[in-house]
């Protein structure tokens, strides 16, 4: 089990399952928590992003 910061309140989050040739893509985390987990692409909407733009911004850059 790992341990880490959950934020205080709710935040708008966006993931992503992409399939193809019947694979998923996975990403390693890279921070707390879970960090080291495997998950499908994910993270926070940026102010004036919208879901779809935030969602195409996790699976291509993972920033």
Known sequence: ???GKYPDGPRPAVG????KDNAVLLVKRGKAPAHGMW?????SVQLGE???QAAEREILFGK
């Open 16 to 19: 992503a399952v992409v399939f």
């Open 39 to 43: 998950a499908i692409p994910g993270g």
């Open 50 to 52: 919208t879901l779809g």
């Open 1 to 3: 089990m790992t341990t």
